[in-house]
């Protein structure tokens, strides 16, 4: 019985193990003049400008993450309790989004610059006005929407340390403000680099905001030679590269998981008090907390309704209707596939509780870091491989042609879906699953029912709202993908995703935005789980429950 | 080690469960050691130990949760682990009753005992469920859910879910450690009433001796996964075949003597009569296990011992006398008899099984 889980469980791993082992296979092959090409010319810029807008996302999210955790959990000021939930808003919104809104916004014919035009009577060449499309530009926008992993973190950290620390602290001589360089941003540090580290995965794994502004990067470089030069081997030579990047990242981000568990939590004591603020610094801790949330979502959101409403006539039609239909089954018909996977391998893994399993659920669930058009090229290759031979041999014995089997249809797409998605579902299970006691599972067992009767009876029914949480999530992040669907999508299948990206990059930036308000209005689901989960002071950092990808 | 049961009260019943050689190891640290054990039908047993002896590691095994390494385990003249077999927990008609309960938190009392009676009409389900309500005395509750409960209702609940489809044995693991003390000795008692008037046999673990000693028909001893002495308690308290047994079991003092003949040593408190362990000669130095219950007080003895300590029980004391500088001997009193400390106290001995250790 239980081989019967673990033969399931190797399966799967290795099916999900597939799109990293092709493109790491590419790298034993030799360069192809492609491949020297690039090297010539382009990969220094890549590896620059990578690098660049790692270091530009880390400057921006921290500084914004760490200050607004701190206000929020150690201070008291006006409007603190809405702003700990909604600080998280950004999260909603997708960076390629938030970089075609403020493009049109701040754009040459742009309301803001023509309003400067009319206010001060200038002309197009009288002012400078910054480029909103730059490298610089995307650090703003990476920043802006991926803050909230650091705050989110951040904060739970802050939350967790005992009041006690901090007393003991204070009773040692250190002021409150000394006591929370020394005592608790040392504490929370693992927090803050794994949030950090997840928003650098995001950041890393972005297409839509690097692409629309122009910046070269690895995943639009990807892009480039996989469509533009044609060649698979040096595609998949430069993913190999952005895998190295991803890989150091990973590395960073499960280390300091294990150690936020020694700095954390020791015992169940009180929160610390929080800081009551003086009227003049409670309205400047007021402004601090508005201006991210105004940015990051506020000011953008209202501009996408505007051009919804001015552009609804032409744009919500039944083309539009069949567009969302597409997009919203697709996503939950993978989520809910994710789900059944994710219940699979982590009962599996309770089952028979064996270092081996265990590492191999971490492999299958390694997705949710890899960028998606890594994983579409690891995925484009082998299915090419293998249709091609499936209608060699049938061509040969049959004289029929069975064409394209796998690539180029729906499945491809939803294998990459699960691919990069699958860590989603797994870590709510894992997480729910944990907080089932061991015993409910040997009390049902010696009760006369058979392992897999025990998930159905027991484990389901306790974990329903988890479960749904599950699917919920994992379904707004594969609304939300962008490079694996562009890549990998069937022929005239579209999303909403990316019918926004194709309509953003014919510059019909107010008409991409039905399509564009529909996933934030979706992503704003698992902000409000979050948010509910908040309030009610609670939260696993052991969880990957982040959700969101801003591809 | 094992100790063979007294044959002549079983001549008519046949084992129950039967374990041979059972051993099992995480790693390179052996848990269980070679354990043997029978019970019988209708028999309560116990296994008894300090914390890491391995108790719940062998309950389990009988369970089928664990598999043992080496050896054999049978129920009702059914092999159900050996060197191929290993029945899974579902198919072997055991029920097992959890140290934290594990009663299901979305189902409500009655769901939670009916869970184990499959394939069975609705009506004979009921039946059966409101049979158990009223043996527990709580048929009132039988809608309610777990957490609605008290710690010594969900305890109740969870022993008749696992009595619910007739267990051939019924396993309880530690099943009072998580209740407070004035509840434990209420229900233990309580418990084995349930147990005996549904004819089921059972094995408990405890590292409780008094538990032990409410509950069980016979008790084994487990020490560093072996077992010690499988035996009633009367025979673990007055016959312990060993030293580990003497000093676990019960209160007492070891006191030494030398071999005068083949049934005699020479104490401090004078010549004590008994078998003596194999290969003792004269002059060989042993020690005898003297319980409290072993001195008896008596005023007009011409043993009078110092009292060194006392400790006031409520119905009784608890003298601690001194022989002399090296050894002292504990003696009960009733607790009328209010002596002082380092006044004397008159003492007989009443030795009927005297225990004796080679040093």
Redesign the interface.
């Known amino acids: 019985?239980t081989d019967r889980w673990q033969l399931g469980i190797l399966t799967i791993t290795l099916l999900f193990a597939v799109p990293v082992i092709t493109v790491f296979s590419f790298v034993f092959q030799g360069p192809s003049d492609v491949w020297n090409h690039l090297v010539d010319t382009v990969l220094s810029d890549y590896i620059v400008n990578s690098l660049l807008l790692m270091l530009g996302v880390s400057l921006g999210t921290l500084s914004i993450g760490i200050t607004t955790a701190w206000l929020t959990s150690l201070c008291e000021f006006p409007g603190r309790k809405i702003f700990q939930w909604a600080l998280l808003l950004p999260l909603a919104m997708p960076a390629y989004i938030i970089a075609y809104t403020y493009t049109g916004m701040l754009d040459f014919s742009g309301p803001v610059q023509t309003l400067i035009r009319e206010t001060f009577g200038w002309g197009a060449r009288d002012y400078w006005f910054p480029e909103v499309r730059s490298i610089g530009g995307a650090m703003m926008m990476l920043s802006l929407v991926l803050y909230p992993y650091v705050y989110l973190l951040t904060r739970a950290a802050f939350l967790e340390q005992s009041s006690v620390t901090l007393e003991a602290s204070r009773s040692l001589g250190m002021g409150p403000w000394k006591s929370f360089f020394a005592i608790a941003l040392p504490m929370a540090r693992p927090a803050i680099v794994t949030g950090l580290s997840l928003a650098l995965m995001e950041t890393l794994a972005d297409f839509g905001t690097v692409e629309y502004f122009g910046v070269t990067t690895f995943t639009t470089g990807i892009f480039r030679t996989w469509f533009g030069l044609g060649d698979a081997s040096a595609a998949s030579q430069l993913a190999s590269i952005l895998l190295l990047f991803v890989f150091v990242l990973i590395v960073i981000e499960r280390f300091s998981r294990r150690q936020a568990r020694y700095h954390q939590h020791i015992g169940h004591q009180a929160h610390a008090k929080r800081i009551q603020l003086t009227f003049k610094k409670g309205w400047l801790a007021f402004i601090t907390c508005l201006i991210p949330l105004l940015l990051g979502f506020g000011l953008p959101f209202a501009q996408l309704s505007v051009w919804t409403i001015e552009t609804a006539e032409q744009m919500i039609n039944s083309d539009f209707y069949t567009l969302v239909f597409h997009s919203l089954s697709l996503a939950i018909v993978t989520a809910i596939l994710a789900l059944i996977l994710a219940l699979f391998m982590s009962y599996g893994q309770r089952l028979k509780n064996s270092p081996v399993i265990h590492l191999m659920v971490r492999i299958a669930s390694m997705g949710y870091a890899i960028p998606g058009t890594v994983i579409a090229i690891g995925i484009v290759i082998p299915f090419a491989w293998l249709d091609n031979t499936v209608d060699d041999w049938t061509r040969s014995q049959f004289d029929f042609s069975t064409g394209l089997l796998l690539s180029g249809t729906l499945f491809a797409l939803v294998f990459s879906y699960l691919v990069r998605f699958l860590a989603v579902s797994t870590g709510s299970v894992e997480s729910s699953l944990g907080k089932i006691?061991p015993?409910?599972d040997?009390?049902?067992?010696?009760?006369?029912?058979?392992p897999i009767q025990v998930l159905q009876?027991?484990h389901i029914?306790?974990m329903r709202t988890t479960l749904l949480t599950a699917v919920l999530l994992v379904f707004v992040d594969i609304l939300k993908e962008l490079p694996a669907t562009l890549l990998l999508r069937p022929f005239n299948f579209n999303t909403l995703a990316v019918r926004a990206y194709e309509l953003a990059a014919d510059e019909r930036l107010a008409d991409a935005s039905s399509a564009a308000i529909m996933i934030v209005l979706t992503g704003i689901i698992p902000v409000i789980l979050l948010s509910l989960s908040i309030t009610r002071n609670f939260y696993e950092p052991s969880a990957n429950q982040e959700p969101s990808s801003n591809d | 080690m094992s100790h063979q049961p007294i044959k002549s009260l079983h001549l008519m019943t046949k084992a129950l469960l039967q374990l041979n050689n059972i051993s099992l190891s995480y790693g390179a640290h052996k848990v269980i050691k070679d354990v043997e054990l029978e019970l019988n039908e209708g028999e309560i047993g116990c296994l008894l130990g300090s914390s890491g002896c391995g108790k719940t590691t062998l309950l389990r095994s009988i369970a089928g949760f664990e598999k043992p390494d080496k050896g054999e385990i049978s129920l009702r003249n059914q092999m159900i682990n050996d060197r191929q077999i290993n029945t899974p927990p579902e198919q072997r008609n055991i029920g097992m009753v959890f140290q934290d309960f594990a009663l299901f938190p979305h189902m409500s009392i009655k769901k939670n005992i009916a869970f184990g009676l499959l394939k069975q009409s609705k009506e004979r389900v009921n039946q059966r469920v409101s049979e158990l309500l009223e043996l527990i005395g709580l048929a009132d509750i039988a809608d309610k859910f777990p957490h609605q409960l008290s710690g010594g209702q969900q305890q109740r609940v969870a022993l008749a879910r696992a009595l619910a489809p007739k267990p051939d044995l019924l396993l309880l693991d530690e099943p009072f450690s998580s209740l407070d003390v004035t509840l434990r000795e209420q229900l233990a008692t309580e418990v084995r009433k349930i147990i005996k008037h549904e004819g089921i046999s059972a094995i408990l673990v405890t590292h409780d001796q008094q538990e032990a000693f409410d509950m069980a028909d016979k008790v084994g001893l487990l020490h560093q996964g072996k077992m010690i002495q499988w035996d009633t308690p009367y025979n673990l308290y007055h016959r312990p075949a060993s030293r580990y047994a003497a000093n676990f079991i019960g209160q007492g003092v070891m006191l030494p003597g030398k071999v005068l003949t083949i049934n005699s040593i020479k104490t401090e408190l004078g010549i004590i009569y008994g078998t003596l362990p194999e290969g003792c000669r004269e002059n060989t130095p042993v020690e005898i296990l003297i319980r409290p219950d072993d001195i008896v007080h008596d005023d007009d003895s011409s043993y009078q011992l110092e009292i060194t300590d006392k400790i006031f029980r409520g119905a009784e004391f608890l003298f601690t006398l001194k022989i002399n500088d090296n050894s002292h001997v504990l003696c009960i009193t009733p607790s009328h008899h209010n002596h002082a400390i380092n006044s004397l106290l008159g003492i007989k001995l009443d030795i009927t099984h005297s225990v004796i250790f080679k040093k």
């Open positions: 019985m006691k015993s409910m040997d009390a049902a067992r010696s009760m006369g029912y058979k009876k027991i029914p306790i």
